[in-house]
């Protein structure tokens, strides 16, 4: 008679175990969310990364701090994240930039675009996966604002850079002697705009303008009242800063409509002010002066888009490779042929071609429809309306990881 043998207890995954990766997860999420204002990285410049003799810092190669945080959250998120990327319309985007790489006139760059953008993604997935709790993030948000908001404000006063640690921020130097220095003058009284540690004071309007309508927009942040209103204060006083026009007009635009359309609270008297106070804010920024070429910079800089894309209006140049193709362009400005054009719709129109970028453009079309009236639509609403006088979304590097950092959150609940 054969005897059976006692059954093996299946044995219980190691509860602790899986909070020690959790913690470590969500900790390193959250430093991340302090450190993505920051760009200290180390750039690579491969003979690509010059034109005329000059180094390009938009056509060289750089790892930054803050992509190596998201390579360790994606290995210890890896099996999330592959199933996050198999979704029909990333893995179709994706295939789409593919096809773009290979009839691109510098392989190298735009395989390195296309590993940015592929990064974007992987944020997205990371965030939306995450456990880590809204009021932990606004933290994460509040302790960078407030470090972004005391070296503006110190660049604003001293009218230089302040150098020391805040270099491994990623701050650069410079004065407002500095040429081509961005600055504003108040009164007849020259400042310089500050930059903080990004590469353009609009940059920093255009991170922040973004942080400050996710903060907005979306509920799960209102049970933090008191930090909420503390993160939209500092928000508004970087973009004030920053002097930056289209910043400022878009801040205004959307602050009305969500006065008028989405404001529950009945206090007609406190809308008004509230309307009041940014109307005189967006006063002040556009009666300072700024850059008297800034408009011809422009002219001239949608000119040769226009004329880079009738040259390659099917495949584009490649994307990343804008700065090649219009360096072949005579300018009478200094240093405009190593500017992207300043709208990310020419941009992409000119590096991509009509026919990568048509079907990319309906798919976010139709997300935009499917997402009507959400989070996401005010995300995509903020980057589309800036994205229409600048570039920095597709270019540097804080406003592109924001991107994906806007996006997860969007779809969190």
């Not at 799960?220 to 508004?236: A, D, E, T």
């Not at 973009?239 to 409509?257: D, H, Q, R």
């Not at 556009?286 to 850059?291: L, N, V």
Request: with cysteine; aromatic share 16%; proline share 3%.
């Amino acid at each position: 008679m054969k005897t059976q043998s006692p059954k093996k207890k299946k044995q219980k995954p190691n509860k602790h175990y899986f909070d020690y990766w959790q913690i470590i997860n969500n900790t390193l999420l959250f430093l991340f969310f302090i450190l993505l204002p920051t760009q200290f990285g180390k750039h690579f410049f491969l003979p690509f990364s010059f034109l005329s003799g000059v180094r390009v810092d938009y056509l060289a190669p750089t790892v930054y701090l803050t992509d190596i945080f998201i390579f360790i959250l994606l290995i210890i998120n890896l099996k999330s994240i592959f199933q996050f990327l198999k979704n029909r319309y990333i893995l179709l985007i994706l295939a789409l930039l593919l096809v773009n790489v290979i009839f691109s006139r510098s392989l190298n760059l735009s395989f390195y675009r296309l590993i940015k953008y592929l990064e974007v993604f992987v944020i997205v997935g990371v965030v939306i996966k995450s456990k880590l709790s809204f009021k932990w993030i606004m933290n994460g948000f509040l302790v960078s604002g407030l470090f972004e908001l005391v070296l503006a404000a110190a660049q604003f006063v001293s009218k230089q850079s302040l150098q020391g640690i805040y270099y491994f921020f990623g701050e650069r130097l410079f004065a407002l002697s500095t040429p081509g220095i961005a600055k504003t003058a108040i009164n007849g009284i020259e400042f310089i705009r500050p930059y903080a540690t990004f590469s353009h004071p609009n940059s920093m309007a255009g991170f922040f303008l973004l942080v400050y309508f996710i903060i907005m927009s979306h509920s799960s942040f209102n049970r933090f009242w008191l930090q909420k209103i503390l993160l939209l204060f500092i928000c508004s006083l970087l973009i004030f800063l920053s002097f930056s026009k289209t910043a400022m007009a878009v801040f205004v635009i959307l602050n009305i409509g969500f006065l008028l359309f989405k404001n529950k609270q009945p206090c007609k008297i406190c809308s008004l002010a509230k309307l009041s106070a940014l109307i005189v804010l967006a006063f002040i920024v556009f009666m300072a002066k700024g850059d008297s070429l800034s408009m011809q910079k422009r002219i001239d800089l949608i000119k040769n888009s226009i004329a880079i894309f009738l040259s390659n209006p099917f495949t584009g140049t490649g994307a990343g490779t804008y700065l090649l193709a219009q360096s072949e362009f005579d300018s009478k400005l200094l240093f405009v042929f190593n500017q992207p054009v300043h709208n990310i719709f020419l941009l992409m129109l000119s590096e991509l071609g009509i026919v990568i970028l048509l079907p990319i453009l309906l798919i976010f079309i139709n997300i935009w429809k499917e997402h009507r009236n959400t989070v996401l639509s005010t995300v995509l609403l903020t980057i589309a309306l800036t994205g229409l006088f600048d570039h920095y979304w597709l270019t540097l590097q804080q406003n592109l990881l924001l991107i994906g950092v806007a996006v997860g959150l969007s779809k969190r609940v």
